[in-house]
């Protein structure tokens, strides 16, 4: 079973940038898609971006042009450049594992979960 820790959240203001990680162990990283997902309070869980295996990419409208998902697969790490933060983005952050090694935004396709991390953003 793949344990996923994220790490990097914090609290910013408005129009600065972050970088979250994940770190994946316990598990095969390299050939699956990965993703992100946040759930801001009161609100439900909602899909942010994927990778797939090979580095294709799937973008939420919301954060397109802001955020840059990547993936280091000699390291079994995944990362979330944030960029042009808004308040709106603030959330708990999760990285999740697919089932699968295409970019998917189905909540349903990913069957590993971290335990997320907080990003607050500030106006």
Same mark, same amino acid.
């Given at each position: 079973?793949?344990? +996923?820790?994220? &790490? ?9 940038? +972050? ?5 994946? &162990? ?24 994927? #990778?797939?295996?090979?580095? %294709? ?11 840059? #998902? ?7 790490? !995944?990362? +979330?450049? !944030? ?5 709106? =983005? ?18 349903? =396709?990913? %069957?590993?979960? %971290? ?9």
């Amino acid at each position: 079973q793949v344990r +996923l820790v994220e &790490s990097g959240g914090g609290f910013v203001q408005a129009g600065d940038s +972050l970088r979250l990680s994940c770190a994946a &162990s316990g598990g095969t990283f390299g050939s699956y898609a990965m993703g992100w997902f946040r759930q801001a309070p009161g609100k439900e869980r909602e899909f942010v971006t994927a #990778i797939s295996w090979s580095g %294709g990419t799937l973008y939420a409208d919301s954060v397109k042009g802001r955020f840059t #998902i990547s993936r280091d697969n000699t390291k079994n790490t !995944m990362y +979330l450049q !944030m960029s042009n933060l808004k308040p709106e =983005d603030t959330a708990v952050y999760y990285c999740a594992r697919s089932q699968f090694f295409r970019a998917s935004n189905r909540q349903s =396709d990913f %069957g590993s979960w %971290g335990q997320g991390t907080q990003v607050t953003v500030s106006s």
